[in-house]
């Protein structure tokens, strides 16, 4: 209710007209970089920052005098828009592509890459590490090691549901790259379960996305899978 009373001179109003006059999608997990003009994001603290203050409000926490939470609301906003969700409201990171001079059509595996990210349905922290198998073309763009991390933790961070997370990196990955076949496993703590609901410590969540010839060759999935639990282990 309160999103569709918002002023046409908030930030955010200003940016969802312009994502929905382009027929643009703005779920959690989108990235919308490209439609913010010079200057939103920082409007976008100070927004963030006067919304998290009337969520204190609302939650009787008295932060204007309270020394520990008086600069609560701002390091909130803080947070979400240039740490946690930044890859919300950041551009995909550069990345220099080299040819594969020496037709390399071998088994690569990076990992694993901590992540964190922010489960969509409550906001809480989703904390694991990601897997990356690829099998590149003897045509295949190849990408630094350092750029795989970056990319991963671009994707990751936004709110996230699992599933959905590891299918974009697979997406993004296979687009770049346009290897044989690519892999993506994840496992992680989901603190929407540790902290709130059921409760449960010891639960962690693994899935897996596996396309082209992971997923046609069993040996080389099984090489795949095999390589990364003595790595875990």
């Avoid at 073309?137 to 750029?147: E, Q, V, Y």
């Avoid at 994707?155 to 697979?170: D, F, G, N, T, W």
Wanted: charged share 25%.
């Amino acid at each position: 209710m309160a999103s569709d009373n918002h002023r046409k001179d908030l930030v955010s109003a200003r940016i969802r007209e312009r994502l929905e006059a382009e027929g643009r999608r703005y779920f959690a997990n989108d990235n919308i970089a490209d439609m913010l003009q010079p200057g939103e994001l920082e409007g976008l603290h100070e927004e963030a920052e006067a919304a998290v203050e009337d969520l204190l409000d609302s939650l009787v926490i008295d932060w204007r005098n309270d020394h520990n939470s008086r600069e609560t609301a701002r390091r909130v906003a803080k947070m979400y828009l240039d740490e946690v969700f930044a890859g919300r409201y950041n551009a995909q990171p550069a990345t220099t592509e080299f040819p594969n001079a020496e037709a390399l059509n071998e088994l690569m595996i990076v990992g694993p890459i901590t992540v964190r990210s922010a489960c969509s349905h409550h906001l809480c922290p989703i904390i694991g590490r990601v897997w990356l198998g690829v099998l590149p073309k003897t045509t295949s763009s190849l990408i630094g090691l350092s750029k795989y991390s970056r990319l991963t933790n671009w994707i990751m961070s936004r709110p996230q549901i699992q599933e959905e997370a590891i299918v974009q990196l697979a997406d993004l990955l296979e687009d770049m790259i346009e290897p044989d076949g690519i892999a993506v496993v994840m496992e992680a703590d989901h603190f929407c379960m540790h902290w709130r609901g059921v409760k449960d410590d010891n639960t962690q969540m693994i899935n897996s996305v596996m396309r082209g010839e992971f997923l046609e060759n069993a040996s080389l999935r099984r090489e795949f899978l095999t390589l990364i639990r003595l790595r875990n282990g």
